[in-house]
């Protein structure tokens, strides 16, 4: 992890570029909030990540996870296990963060789909980060509350469910931005497209409700898009959904 993978994209706002997935850390004085974790194999370039911006693991008072897949929660074990980071999701993203159920693509789907461009490669990348590693956070609790969280950059949680069925973005008020995890992302090494779109549909667990609920993104106050893959996107978010769904 090098000091040019991580980038300021809004006051208090980094993100940190994993090669094949993104994750955030919020800043508030000496305090952070960490927004998902990727891979396993991500899990020293997490805590690099923190210590280039000039903190300590320790300055992280929680992790917020927008769902449960292998590459956003890597570092959620290891954080936990040396600094006791608490990690939060939706209710109905604990479970699947607890591993009482997994809703992931499969090897057979990824096999399924070896004939698009950038799969294999892609998938070849994800195993080498630990993506077929057993993964879970056994320690994930719901979110403390509702509206906005009492933590550094006072991100408010957004239920969208379909990538996963308890999948949440995050807006920022404060700098007018929405952490969108991977219900609406700007690239992704199986896509050809660069902008606002959705992930391959073998990816969801349910393609509709993955559609339907960028219908709450749209009516974010927000004109700077933060996704789980892909480059910052820059305009109204209701600008990036029409994007997306085209």
Same mark, same amino acid.
């Given at each position: 992890?090098?000091?040019?993978?991580?980038?300021?994209?809004?006051?208090?706002?980094?993100?940190?570029?994993?090669?094949?997935?993104?994750? #955030?850390?919020?800043?508030?004085?000496?305090?952070?909030?960490?927004?998902?974790?990727? #891979?396993?194999?991500?899990?020293?370039?997490? +805590? /690099?990540?923190?210590?280039?911006?000039?903190?300590?693991?320790?300055?992280? @008072?929680?992790?917020?996870?927008?769902?449960?897949?292998? *590459?956003?929660?890597?570092?959620?074990?290891?954080?936990?296990? =040396? #600094?006791?980071?608490?990690? #939060?999701? /939706?209710?109905?993203?604990?479970? !699947? %963060?607890?591993?009482?159920?997994? +809703? =992931?693509?499969?090897?057979?789907?990824?096999?399924?789909?070896?004939?698009?461009?950038?799969?294999?490669?892609?998938?070849? @990348?994800?195993?080498?980060?630990?993506?077929?590693?057993?993964?879970?956070?056994?320690?994930? =609790?719901?979110?403390?509350?509702?509206?906005?969280?009492?933590?550094?950059?006072?991100?408010?949680?957004?239920?969208?469910?379909?990538?996963?069925?308890?999948?949440?973005?995050? !807006?920022?008020? /404060?700098?007018?931005?929405?952490?969108?995890?991977?219900?609406?992302?700007?690239?992704?090494?199986? /896509?050809?497209?660069?902008?606002? =779109?959705?992930?391959?549909?073998?990816? *969801? !667990?349910?393609?509709?409700?993955?559609?339907?609920?960028?219908?709450?993104?749209?009516?974010?106050? %927000?004109?700077?898009?933060?996704?789980?893959?892909? +480059?910052?996107w820059h305009g109204p978010v209701a600008d990036a959904v029409a994007a997306a769904r085209s």
């Amino acid at each position: 992890m090098n000091r040019s993978d991580v980038h300021q994209v809004a006051d208090g706002v980094f993100r940190v570029d994993g090669g094949i997935v993104n994750w #955030y850390l919020l800043r508030d004085g000496r305090d952070l909030t960490l927004v998902d974790a990727g #891979y396993p194999g991500n899990a020293g370039d997490v +805590e /690099s990540s923190i210590r280039l911006l000039g903190h300590d693991p320790r300055d992280v @008072r929680a992790l917020l996870v927008t769902h449960a897949h292998a *590459d956003h929660i890597g570092a959620a074990g290891p954080l936990h296990a =040396q #600094y006791d980071t608490p990690a #939060y999701c /939706s209710a109905a993203e604990v479970p !699947h %963060a607890h591993r009482e159920f997994l +809703e =992931q693509v499969t090897p057979v789907q990824v096999l399924a789909n070896a004939w698009r461009p950038g799969v294999l490669p892609w998938a070849l @990348r994800a195993i080498r980060l630990g993506g077929t590693t057993p993964t879970a956070v056994p320690h994930a =609790q719901p979110f403390p509350g509702t509206g906005p969280l009492d933590l550094p950059g006072g991100p408010v949680p957004v239920p969208t469910p379909g990538h996963t069925r308890g999948h949440s973005a995050f !807006h920022l008020p /404060s700098v007018g931005a929405v952490l969108t995890g991977d219900g609406l992302v700007t690239g992704h090494p199986t /896509s050809r497209r660069t902008g606002p =779109q959705l992930l391959p549909g073998f990816f *969801d !667990h349910d393609r509709p409700a993955t559609v339907a609920t960028l219908a709450p993104l749209a009516g974010l106050d %927000a004109e700077l898009v933060l996704p789980g893959h892909g +480059e910052p996107w820059h305009g109204p978010v209701a600008d990036a959904v029409a994007a997306a769904r085209s």
